[in-house]
């Protein structure tokens, strides 16, 4: 896996560019935009979504995708939630050439309803080709060489283990899990209680209110994520807890940012706008609402960030309705206790 592929040239796809050149890779990101693709090959560096970071020379961009994929060997997709179908549409017979495919997409298309796992299993035919990386992982930071710890998730464990190889660094530790749909259900849910997040940090409802609404938003996120096919321990490590912690707390978190923008009084328009980048939660809240709904899962946080976002609802009314809910357990012994009992894990 010499001749490595990234659909995508954000700030996330070009970090793990980073990563995947300085170990001496020949990686090759397509970009839409001429400006991105000139910068990174003639000054290796991109300025549009990670200024001030220089890429290994073994990093180059292109504009052709049809071009470049050729002797690809792996492809790791990079790209916003509505654009896969597109991309597969326009380029899946090329792309099916491709012999691995990672997505480090953290979101679910919010017209289909389909995760990125789900929509490249259809037209790969072979779900053993394809995983999932996850876990607390700021690009900006990734880019800088700062220590960090992710997840790659797949059915195949030796294939599986190839990917974890392929992207473990000296400041990047890697593990693998075999639950893909867990851990990109986790990525993507965690988006909407960091949304929630951010809201609670622009009101100034302080750290209390903060710590326990990343711990009853982890709570909905298992209540959906299981249902959907995740594993339970899942939610409990990098993919889950890990990533929801670091988007509900840390600034560089998009979907924080959008939610705080939220908190203190802008509307979505301008903290979209402000934010020149894709922020996933805001579309995938609307697919998190509607499955739960069809699914009959209580997500009373989710279904507040939904109000505010889409029915202009005041934050201060979604944070009363949270408040005066009814008293009850704080765990359902369906949900929690009864798988709880018989998890092993392996530190």
């Given at each position: ?9 954000g700030s996330?796809?070009?970090?793990i ?17 001429s400006?991105?693709?000139e ?18 020379e ?7 995708l049809?071009e ?39 979101g ?8 990125p ?49 392929l ?7 890697v593990?693998r ?41 982890l ?26 912690v ?45 499955l739960a709904?069809n ?27 949270l408040?005066?809910r ?22």
């Amino acid at each position: 896996m010499e001749r490595v592929l990234i659909i995508g040239g954000g700030s996330w796809g070009t970090a793990i560019a980073k990563v995947l050149g300085e170990k001496g890779l020949d990686v090759c990101v397509w970009v839409r935009r001429s400006a991105v693709c000139e910068a990174i090959n003639k000054e290796k560096e991109n300025p549009f979504y990670l200024p001030g970071i220089k890429l290994p020379e073994k990093v180059k961009a292109g504009l052709d995708l049809k071009e470049i994929v050729k002797d690809r060997e792996v492809a790791f997709w990079m790209i916003p939630s509505y654009a896969v179908k597109d991309v597969v549409k326009n380029y899946g017979e090329v792309l099916k050439e491709v012999k691995l495919h990672i997505s480090g997409i953290k979101g679910i298309d919010f017209e289909s309803g389909k995760s990125p796992f789900l929509t490249l299993k259809e037209f790969l035919k072979d779900s053993k080709r394809i995983f999932v990386l996850g876990g607390p992982s700021f690009a900006k930071e990734i880019a800088e060489g700062l220590p960090a710890a992710v997840v790659v998730a797949g059915e195949d464990e030796e294939l599986t283990s190839s990917v974890q190889k392929l992207l473990a660094h000296s400041y990047l530790r890697v593990y693998r899990s075999d639950d893909p749909i867990g851990v990109e259900i986790a990525g993507a849910l965690k988006n909407v209680i960091a949304i929630a997040s951010g809201i609670c940090d622009g009101l100034g409802l302080g750290l209390n209110a903060r710590a326990a609404l990343i711990t009853r938003g982890l709570i909905e996120i298992i209540r959906l994520g299981t249902r959907l096919g995740g594993k339970l321990h899942t939610f409990y490590g990098l993919a889950g807890l890990g990533d929801l912690v670091l988007t509900c707390t840390g600034a560089l978190s998009r979907n924080y940012q959008v939610g705080y923008r939220l908190g203190r009084g802008e509307t979505l328009e301008h903290a979209i706008e402000a934010l020149h980048q894709v922020a996933e939660g805001v579309k995938t809240c609307k697919v998190v609402v509607e499955l739960a709904k069809n699914y009959g899962v209580e997500m009373p946080i989710c279904e507040e960030v939904y109000r505010v976002l889409y029915e202009k609802e005041s934050p201060i009314k979604g944070l009363k309705r949270l408040l005066s809910r009814e008293l009850k357990r704080e765990f359902e012994e369906t949900l929690l206790t009864k798988h709880l009992n018989g998890i092993k894990i392996d530190l």
